[in-house]
């Protein structure tokens, strides 16, 4: 946009109440034809069975003294969470809208234009910044071996707005989506692939569906949940989960059976045992608030406490060598 036709939009930071599911705050940056810069901050209320409406929005976020283009996607702030930022001065490769901020598969954004506009122009600016490259780059193919020696072609593709489950220009690649369903192993015997979950069932993965699998590496909860691991780190994006909680989960494991194989040792010292039980119980509460809240960090305390028993493990294997 150019600054001689009004205000230009610099930054947006969308956020999603961790309480309330239907508050939705977000935080507008405009450039001014004079260089200052405006900072406009918004509430709306997104109703499941009616029209999203706007209300008045005391500056909660303002307040807090976070400047905005420091405010990036994950993060929490008070009872906030971002679920979507955009940086005109670091435009990424590719954007990615959550399907709640999308016009096309959310029509009830219409009714609040003072957020729908600005998302119309971040996703006019992303098409634009496809557009602007050489037409050979946008249809750029490349051919790749897996270990079978089977070739696949790959290209790169706008990921604005597009069906994650389906090929995009599916007249054209139809046929090389039922070409990809059936391989030859090499026996010569043909092999069904798994056919991945519709979008709409990927629509309604909840994340109680994503909690189930919190104890698994990532790779095998996509397998469980029958889509890609692209489309779950995208859906963890949704949700608010910058990084697949396995290895805190994993580590609290880890430290509990530590601290069970202490308290056996030490039955005899009743302080000792009391102290190791209590620090039980709180690894198993924390455990349990991010397997509910997976994107909030191990406390600082657990840290400290890990740290020593690594210290702890390597004074005792050195004096054993």
Not at 209 to 226: C, G, T
Request: proline share 4%; net charge positive.
């Amino acid at each position: 946009m150019d600054l001689s036709q009004g205000p230009c939009l610099t930054t947006l930071v969308v956020f999603e109440n961790t309480i309330n599911k239907e508050l939705i705050r977000s935080l507008h940056v405009y450039r001014l034809e004079n260089g200052e810069e405006n900072e406009v901050e918004r509430e709306f209320v997104f109703r499941k069975d009616g029209p999203y409406v706007e209300t008045a929005a005391a500056p909660l976020l303002l307040l807090q003294g976070v400047p905005a283009h420091e405010i990036f996607e994950g993060r929490v702030i008070g009872l906030w969470l971002c679920s979507f930022a955009f940086h005109a001065h670091r435009l990424p490769r590719f954007f990615f809208i959550p399907s709640l901020l999308s016009i096309s598969r959310n029509p009830k954004l219409k009714s609040i234009p003072t957020l729908a506009n600005d998302l119309q122009l971040i996703f006019q600016r992303g098409c634009g910044t496809e557009d602007r490259r050489p037409s050979r780059e946008l249809s750029k193919e490349t051919c790749t071996r897996d270990g079978d020696n089977h070739y696949h072609l790959k290209r790169s593709l706008l990921v604005l707005d597009q069906d994650l489950n389906c090929l995009p220009n599916s007249g054209a690649n139809s046929e090389l989506l039922k070409s990809r369903q059936t391989e030859q192993n090499a026996t010569g015997v043909a092999v069904k692939k798994k056919k991945r979950a519709d979008s709409k069932d990927v629509a309604r993965i909840a994340l109680e569906d994503l909690a189930k699998y919190f104890d698994l590496p990532i790779v095998e909860a996509s397998r469980n949940l029958n889509v890609g691991l692209t489309v779950l780190k995208r859906k963890c994006r949704e949700f608010g989960i910058p990084r697949w909680p396995h290895r805190k989960i994993k580590s609290l494991d880890g430290l509990i059976r530590d601290l069970q194989e202490e308290a056996e040792q030490r039955q005899q010292d009743e302080a000792a045992a009391y102290a190791v039980a209590k620090r039980r119980m709180m690894l198993e509460t924390e455990k349990e608030s991010i397997e509910k809240e997976p994107f909030i960090e191990l406390k600082s305390e657990t840290k400290r406490f890990r740290q020593d028993i690594f210290k702890r493990r390597h004074k005792a294997r050195a004096l054993k060598n």
